[in-house]
C-alpha cells in the first residue's frame, strides 16, 4: 500500500440487516473505529435503512454508502433510487457494478459507466466493481476482462482524480470462501494501476484499489500488505463489527 493512499476499509452488508440490527451494527463499528487509525471506514447497508443508519454514524469518522442506484436523477422507475436521493439521505459513497449486479440484473460496462458519471455529477463518490468469473481466469482472460470494464469509466473517473474508488473482485472469490493469493491479487491491482497511468499518472498515484472476495481477519494483512491494494470491499465479514475493525486494523 502506497504511503500516499490512506487505506479504504468498506463493508457492503449486501440484502442483510433490518433496522434494530442494522443500527446496532452500525453504532458497534462507530463505538470501535478507533481500533483502526489508518483506515477511512465505509458502511453499506440496504436502502430501507440508509437514513436511520445515518443518524448512527453522524459526528463519527465512518461514512454511508448505498450499494447501487439508478443513472437518471428522477423520472418514472419504479423500483429504484438516484444519486440526489441517496445523497439526501446522508450517503457519501455508492457502490457500482458489483458482479452479483452484472450476474443477476443484467448490468453492463455501458450501464455502469453512465451510473459512474451520474454518482460524480451529484458529488457521490463511486465504488466500481471489476473482476472476471472463474471461467474467465481459467481460460487466461483475466486481465483482458478487468481491463475492458475498466475502460469502460477510466476516463469518466479521470476527470476528478482520486474521488472514487475501483474494487477489484474476483467473482469466483465472492462468498466462496476462496481468496485469491496475494501474488494473484498484486498482479491485478498492479495491472489496473498500469492502466490507470495510461490515462494520466495523478490518476494512477492517487486512485485507491481495494480487493473484494472473501476477505477476512485471518487474511486481511497480507492482502493489504501488497504494494497496489489499497483497502478492501468486505462482504460477509462486514456484519460482524468485530470482524470488520479487525480487517479494517490490518492496514497500516
Sequence with gaps: MS????????????????????????????????????????VSPPFTILAAVAS???????????QNMHEKSGGAFTGEVSA????????KWVILGHSE???????????????????LAAELRPIVCIGETLEEREAGKTLEVV????????????????????????????GTGKVATTEQAQEVHA?????????SQQLADV????????????????LLGCA?????????????AEDFLAIAAAAR
Design 3 to 42: 504511503q500516499q493512499r490512506r487505506a479504504l476499509i468498506a463493508g457492503n452488508w449486501k440484502m442483510n440487516q433490518g433496522t434494530s440490527a442494522g443500527r446496532e451494527l452500525a453504532k458497534a463499528i462507530v463505538a470501535g473505529a478507533s481500533k483502526a487509525p489508518n483506515a477511512d471506514l465505509v
Design 56 to 66: 448512527d454514524l453522524a459526528g463519527s469518522p465512518v461514512e454511508l454508502s448505498a
Design 84 to 91: 440526489e436521493m441517496l445523497k439526501d439521505c446522508g450517503c
Design 101 to 119: 449486479r452484472r450476474q443477476y440484473f443484467a448490468e453492463t460496462d455501458a450501464s455502469v459507466a453512465s451510473k459512474t458519471s451520474s454518482a
Design 147 to 174: 481491463g475492458r470494464q475498466l475502460a469502460a469509466f477510466e476516463a469518466i473517473i479521470a476527470k476528478q482524480p482520486g474521488v472514487a474508488a475501483i474494487a477489484y473482485e474476483p467473482v469466483w472469490a465472492i
Design 191 to 199: 495491472a489496473i494501476r498500469s492502466q490507470l497511468a495510461k490515462v
Design 207 to 222: 486512485t485507491r484499489v481495494l480487493y473484494g472476495g472473501s476477505v477476512k481477519p485471518d487474511n486481511a494483512e497480507a
Design 228 to 240: 497496489d491494494i489499497d483497502g478492501a470491499l468486505v462482504g460477509g465479514a462486514s456484519l460482524k
